[in-house]
């Protein structure tokens, strides 16, 4: 019956084609179908108007990057002759950057990407990535319409997918049909559930499911598709997934593949083991997961140690780099890179060398990632300008064009009558053009507008905000609700508050439909700005707690446009303002805690602080200072408000116009100050500085300006703004909020079954343990130190350090002593309120260079255990990719569970070693000589049956020499000593065997005063040398007379034809093979040592030559 229903199906859409647009349907059955299971009509497969093509995904096979829609394309294309393949991937305006990616799978079926993808460009790129398939779908479908039958997609990739969710959408495919089929009893991976959602409900807007029954047939399908004998097809088609953006689906296979190898003993080589963690750093990266890239950067670097492989440890250092970079850590960026460059000088690794050097400059602009403008220009050489030229980095170098020039203000100010003016920027605009890259060029406006309105070009800013969105094709895209926003921040600047309100409900419609809260947040703060500019605090500080609250809610750094210690400073200033002076003071310390930390980092004058971020606070230090003198004044502190109203003004001068939402408040209170303190010159000096700023700033919008603004005021009026209720807000930032928690914890519990076994471990030491647990720990939080001391006994144990606080002992004990007396741990962060109450811990680690903190105790019966602390240091730029750098008490939750663990792995370690010490000391004590130290003749067997089974397995050679000793004279020492001198001088020849021995072989007690040497070689030198430096030892001793009398405490007399002495039996063999063999070499040796004691005691004798020497 399924049979026919398919039939009816596929006939169906086949008779739909040439008619309808998005004539695609699903069929779902229950258990497995096979296309071989259906006969398809003829008139269908053989229509010569129609192609006709099917395909199906196997369970044992990786799906390939879109597949099967690109070999479709190509097939189809292949079919006509009138153009050629780069004039077809110009009609589908396929992008200029994945040009080469497509064209190389066409050509090798293996993808090459020629300049590596940007960490902001991700979205773009696979937006762009997916438009070009769809488009020469849609194009090869004018060429010969083509009908598709694709079955089992359960098994198909999020590529895929989402090429069927495109075509869904997409217009002029009339000339398309698709038939999916899929068993809707297999069970999806969770990564895919979005996407079938999706698909599914376009599908049911279109009635297109349809089920069609029971196959009948249930086949049992395999969870792992990367085998052993498939690795090499799998290696390709992993790459072609990485290349063409498929990182879900890469990531899919990446993960399992890496827990197999490092959980599983799943044996691959080592340079397969290389290329499956390259791809998954560089997976990690793009997937925004900087932990998990960072972890899989530090397992190739091991590798590349072992292997002592330059390429290997090249990318380690240089994929370490840009993690570094995305994480804020530029110091660390750079550093890498500099290792990365000078690895690939050494090797001769040209491009190698250019792309760390790129990091290096990228890194002085955070990587182009959330940024605005840098505050000054980055110094960018002419022989790398060439080398981007060279490589074909036209995409980076566009890059540099639009943010490493061009960054003074005045050369900005020109760009109102001419773009021209501005000479890179200009460049960088026509090579982004040129390339295609619309997301290039939006930004390049972003910048030229934030870098006018920072510096109180408002005109231009305007000017730049309209020009940008009139380029936008989506006018309701978060792109045009950044515009509105900025357009009103600009109007509030042109005291134009009432039109800016307009803009910014615009903005917050726009926002809230595309169900972005962090962007909202973000024109909370503009309306924030405009309130306290119409000195409306009551109202400014509502939408700053707004702002506040999607910054807790969603676990957010900053905002994009205003870091928290300016929020702060706002809030303690509207607080202030409102007269609750106690808020006002708790909203000023969290302001200062930040501020400390960045004049810190002002004073050491880092050249990584080049970005625009915390490399300018003068916004922050005004708001502090301004803020702080008010309080000062109102405790009647008038030196004090003096101080801070000059460092306010200082700062203020500096933020070049940045500050005009609060230019006249400020000057108003400073003018009440001097008015209060009798300083009467001052004062009258202050209100010409306001009248004048008033009479240059107060006006009407110019006729010009309102031009500008014309071709935005129809989007304003075409209808009645909706205004977005509180309660609507606070519901979608809640969901945001449930919708990142279930993420992150989905994440937790996935990295659970990983820290599991890592440490259910018992091949390693506990520091081993410790240390490996330690890095995965902080990688996989984004930590930045951490300290790990056990306490047992007297004395504390530090397991773990990266702290460089280099902790006394005395500070170690306090630790101890203050969880003892708190009985609980802590987390704090810069901007939660206990945070003074913990800062005798805090300041252990460097106060001002630590961001948040979290201190976790153990005990036993109230005594503390051990303590684990962990914290994130300040940051050089906010806005990075880091998830977060305020702990909280999830964290801690999370980290407390984590590190029980973590103590009763470590019991399990410390009873499991003391259990080996033990057995050790037994084996020992069975294959030892308890009077000697050396090995007995039990000892002596196993060590033989070991090196045999070597010997087996091609592991050792067959070449041995054997040194047989029976001690001379041994018995009349013993009877005219007694028998602790006859011990005494048993442990002083087997202690010369030993040092003479050394590495070269093992010493064996065989019995009463007995001895065997085993060597490595049957060089007969070695075994001569061997035996002289034997007699030497000997001679030194001098019968050991001096030895003997320090035994029994008194001098001894001993004939010298009588002194203790040895003679030796030696025997070497090539042709050693089984134990029986070393018992004939023994046997041999012991005849010859009796022969040799019965001519002459004290010498040795070859077993070859049968000569005294």
């Known amino acids: 019956?399924?049979?026919?229903?398919?039939?009816?199906?596929?006939?169906?859409?086949?008779?739909?084609?040439?008619?309808?647009?998005?004539?695609?349907?699903?069929?779902?059955?229950?258990?497995?179908?096979?296309?071989?299971?259906?006969?398809?009509?003829?008139?269908?497969?053989?229509?010569?108007?129609?192609?006709?093509?099917?395909?199906?995904?196997?369970?044992?096979?990786?799906?390939?990057?879109?597949?099967?829609?690109?070999?479709?394309?190509?097939?189809?294309?292949?079919?006509?002759?009138?153009?050629?393949?780069?004039?077809?991937?110009?009609k589908c305006n396929v992008y200029s950057l994945q040009r080469p990616i497509i064209a190389a799978y066409r050509e090798t079926g293996k993808c090459i990407r020629k300049e590596s993808l940007l960490y902001t460009e991700v979205d773009y790129e696979r937006e762009r990535m997916h438009d070009a398939i769809v488009a020469m779908l849609v194009e090869v479908s004018k060429i010969q319409p083509f009908m598709l039958w694709i079955n089992r997609m359960q098994f198909a990739g999020k590529g895929t997918l989402e090429i069927v969710y495109e075509l869904?959408?997409?217009?002029?495919?009339?000339?398309?049909?698709?038939?999916?089929?899929?068993?809707?009893?297999?069970?999806?991976?969770?990564?895919?559930?979005?996407?079938?959602?999706?698909?599914?409900?376009?599908?049911?807007?279109?009635?297109?499911?349809?089920?069609?029954?029971?196959?009948?047939?249930?086949?049992?399908?395999?969870d792992e598709v990367i085998t052993a004998e498939s690795i090499a097809d799998d290696i390709r088609t992993l790459q072609n997934l990485v290349f063409f953006m498929d990182f879900e689906q890469a990531l899919f296979y990446l993960e399992k593949v890496d827990r197999r190898i490092r959980f599983e003993n799943f044996t691959v080589s080592d340079e397969v083991k290389y290329e499956l963690w390259q791809f998954y750093a560089y997976v990690s990266v793009?997937?925004?997961?900087?932990?998990?890239?960072?972890?899989?950067?530090?397992?190739?670097?091991?590798?590349?140690?072992?292997?002592?492989?330059?390429?290997?440890?090249?990318?380690?250092?240089?994929?370490?780099?840009?993690?570094?970079?995305?994480?804020?850590?530029?110091?660390?960026?750079?550093?890498?890179?500099?290792?990365?460059?000078?690895?690939?000088?050494?090797?001769?690794?040209?491009?190698?060398?250019?792309?760390?050097?790129?990091?290096?400059?990228?890194?002085?602009?955070?990587?182009?990632?959330?940024?605005?403008?840098?505050?000054?220009?980055?110094?960018?050489?002419?022989?790398?300008?060439?080398?981007?030229?060279?490589?074909?980095?036209?995409?980076?170098?566009?890059?540099?064009?639009?943010?490493?020039?061009?960054?003074?203000?005045?050369?900005?100010?020109?760009?109102?009558?001419?773009?021209?003016?501005?000479?890179?920027?200009?460049?960088?605009?026509?090579?982004?053009?040129?390339?295609?890259?619309?997301?290039?060029?939006?930004?390049?406006?972003?910048?030229?507008?934030?870098?006018a309105s920072s510096n109180g070009m408002y005109p231009i800013a305007l000017l730049y905000s309209v020009r940008t969105f009139e380029a936008l094709d989506n006018k309701c895209s978060v792109e045009s609700g950044r515009i509105f926003s900025g357009i009103g921040y600009t109007l509030t600047a042109l005291r134009q508050n009432d039109l800016a309100k307009r803009y910014f409900q615009k903005a917050v419609e726009i926002l809230y439909n595309l169900e972005l809260p962090e962007d909202i947040a973000e024109v909370y703060y503009n309306m924030a700005i405009n309130c306290i500019a119409a000195e409306e605090f009551k109202e400014a500080n509502e939408y700053l707690m707004r702002c506040m609250k999607a910054i807790e809610r969603l676990h957010l750094n900053s905002l994009r446009v205003c870091n928290l210690s300016k929020l702060y400073g706002l809030l303690a200033l509207c607080n202030q303002k409102l007269g609750n002076r106690f808020n006002c003071e708790q909203y000023l310390n969290n302001c200062k805690q930040f501020l400390n930390y960045i004049i810190e980092k002002e004073k050491l004058q880092n050249d990584l602080g080049i970005i625009h971020d915390y490399a300018r606070c003068d916004d922050d230090m005004f708001l502090y200072h301004f803020t702080r003198a008010l309080l000062e004044m109102d405790s009647g502190n008038d030196s004090s408000a003096f101080e801070d109203f000059n460092c306010a003004e200082t700062h203020l001068v500096r933020t070049e116009g940045n500050q005009f939402f609060c230019y006249q408040v400020f000057r108003k209170d400073r003018i009440r100050f001097y008015g209060q303190t009798g300083r009467m010159e001052l004062k009258s000096n202050e209100e010409a500085i306001l009248k004048q700023y008033l009479e240059d700033n107060t006006h009407s919008l110019t006729d010009e300006e309102i031009k500008v603004l014309e071709p935005l005021e129809q989007y304003l009026s075409e209808e009645p703004l909706h205004v977005i209720s509180t309660l609507e807000m606070e519901m979608q930032l809640k969901q945001e909020s449930i919708n990142r928690a279930y993420k992150q914890e989905r994440r937790q519990m996935d990295f659970l079954s990983t820290w599991q076994k890592t440490i259910d471990v018992t091949d390693v030491s506990a520091e081993v343990m410790v240390e490996n647990v330690m890095r995965t720990f902080l990688y996989h939080f984004n930590l930045?130190?951490?300290?790990?001391?056990?306490?047992?006994?007297?004395?504390?144990?530090?397991?773990?350090?990266?702290?460089?606080?280099?902790?006394?002992?005395?500070?170690?004990?306090?630790?101890?002593?203050?969880?003892?007396?708190?009985?609980?741990?802590?987390?704090?962060?810069?901007?939660?309120?206990?945070?003074?109450?913990?800062?005798?811990?805090?300041?252990?680690?460097?106060?001002?260079?630590?961001?948040?903190?979290?201190?976790?105790?153990?005990?036993?019966?109230?005594?503390?255990?051990?303590?684990?602390?962990?914290?994130?240091?300040?940051?050089?730029?906010?806005?990075?990719?880091?998830?977060?750098?305020?702990?909280?008490?999830?964290?801690?939750?999370?980290?407390?569970?984590?590190?029980?663990?973590?103590?009763?792995?470590?019991?399990?370690?410390?009873?499991?070693?003391?259990?080996?010490?033990?057995?050790?000391a037994l084996y020992k004590s069975a294959v030892t000589d308890q009077l000697t130290g050396i090995l007995n003749r039990k000892g002596f067997y196993?060590?033989?049956?070991?090196?045999?089974?070597?010997?087996?397995?091609?592991?050792?050679?067959?070449?041995?020499?054997?040194?047989?000793?029976?001690?001379?004279?041994?018995?009349?020492?013993?009877?005219?000593?007694?028998?602790?001198?006859?011990?005494?001088?048993?442990?002083?020849?087997?202690?010369?065997?030993?040092?003479?021995?050394?590495?070269?072989?093992?010493?064996?007690?065989?019995?009463?005063?007995?001895?065997?040497?085993?060597?490595?070689?049957?060089?007969?030198?070695?075994?001569?040398?061997?035996?002289?430096?034997?007699?030497?030892?000997?001679?030194?001793?001098?019968?050991?007379?001096?030895?003997?009398?320090?035994?029994?405490?008194?001098?001894?007399?001993?004939?010298?034809?009588?002194?203790?002495?040895?003679?030796?039996?030696?025997?070497?063999?090539?042709?050693?093979?089984?134990?029986?063999?070393?018992?004939?070499?023994?046997?041999?040796?012991?005849?010859?040592?009796?022969?040799?004691?019965?001519?002459?005691?004290?010498?040795?004798?070859?077993?070859?030559?049968?000569?005294?020497?």
Not at 309 to 324: D, E, K, L
Request: hydrophobic fraction near 40%; include cysteine.
């Open 1 to 90: 019956m399924i049979q026919k229903y398919y039939n009816s199906i596929l006939e169906q859409v086949f008779a739909q084609i040439g008619k309808k647009e998005h004539n695609i349907v699903l069929a779902k059955y229950s258990n497995d179908f096979s296309l071989k299971q259906l006969e398809i009509s003829e008139q269908i497969t053989n229509n010569k108007k129609v192609h006709f093509a099917a395909h199906e995904f196997r369970a044992e096979k990786l799906s390939g990057a879109y597949e099967p829609f690109l070999d479709l394309i190509f097939e189809l294309f292949d079919q006509q002759k009138e153009m050629t393949f780069d004039e077809f991937l110009d």
């Open 168 to 222: 869904l959408k997409a217009e002029h495919t009339e000339n398309i049909g698709i038939v999916l089929g899929m068993n809707e009893q297999q069970r999806l991976p969770e990564y895919m559930l979005p996407g079938w959602e999706s698909v599914t409900e376009e599908l049911d807007n279109n009635v297109a499911i349809f089920r069609i029954g029971n196959a009948g047939e249930s086949r049992e399908q395999r």
């Open 286 to 451: 793009y997937m925004r997961d900087l932990p998990k890239a960072l972890e899989i950067s530090e397992s190739i670097l091991q590798l590349a140690e072992k292997k002592k492989n330059r390429r290997m440890r090249f990318y380690a250092y240089y994929i370490r780099s840009v993690i570094y970079m995305y994480q804020s850590k530029l110091q660390e960026a750079t550093e890498c890179a500099g290792v990365a460059k000078n690895i690939a000088t050494e090797g001769g690794m040209e491009r190698g060398q250019f792309e760390a050097e790129l990091v290096e400059i990228q890194a002085k602009m955070a990587g182009w990632n959330n940024i605005f403008f840098c505050a000054q220009n980055v110094e960018v050489s002419d022989a790398m300008i060439e080398k981007l030229i060279k490589y074909d980095y036209r995409n980076h170098l566009a890059y540099i064009y639009v943010y490493a020039y061009d960054n003074k203000p005045e050369i900005v100010a020109k760009a109102y009558y001419s773009e021209s003016q501005l000479i890179y920027f200009s460049k960088g605009i026509r090579l982004a053009t040129e390339i295609g890259n619309t997301q290039l060029i939006y930004n390049a406006y972003q910048k030229n507008i934030m870098l």
């Open 784 to 920: 930045d130190r951490a300290l790990y001391i056990q306490y047992h006994g007297r004395k504390p144990k530090v397991l773990y350090d990266n702290t460089e606080a280099s902790l006394s002992m005395k500070e170690q004990k306090y630790l101890k002593e203050v969880f003892e007396k708190t009985q609980r741990g802590f987390v704090v962060s810069k901007i939660s309120s206990n945070y003074s109450e913990h800062l005798n811990v805090v300041k252990l680690f460097d106060e001002d260079n630590v961001c948040s903190l979290v201190a976790i105790p153990f005990f036993d019966n109230g005594k503390v255990t051990s303590i684990m602390i962990a914290y994130i240091l300040m940051k050089d730029n906010w806005h990075s990719s880091v998830s977060r750098y305020m702990l909280d008490e999830s964290d801690m939750r999370i980290y407390e569970l984590l590190f029980r663990e973590v103590q009763y792995a470590l019991n399990r370690l410390y009873a499991y070693e003391k259990l080996y010490e033990m057995n050790a």
């Open 942 to 1109: 196993q060590n033989i049956g070991e090196i045999i089974q070597k010997i087996k397995k091609g592991r050792m050679k067959h070449e041995f020499g054997i040194m047989f000793i029976d001690l001379d004279n041994f018995k009349g020492y013993n009877d005219t000593f007694g028998h602790d001198v006859g011990d005494l001088l048993l442990k002083s020849m087997a202690n010369i065997f030993s040092r003479v021995c050394r590495d070269k072989g093992f010493v064996t007690r065989f019995g009463g005063d007995e001895f065997i040497i085993f060597l490595y070689t049957g060089e007969k030198k070695t075994l001569e040398d061997t035996a002289k430096a034997i007699y030497k030892e000997i001679k030194k001793q001098d019968g050991f007379r001096e030895l003997i009398a320090k035994e029994i405490g008194q001098p001894v007399e001993i004939d010298d034809k009588k002194l203790l002495s040895c003679s030796i039996g030696i025997i070497s063999s090539n042709q050693v093979k089984k134990a029986e063999d070393i018992d004939e070499m023994i046997k041999v040796a012991d005849d010859l040592l009796y022969a040799v004691k019965a001519e002459s005691k004290g010498t040795y004798k070859f077993f070859e030559e049968q000569e005294q020497k």
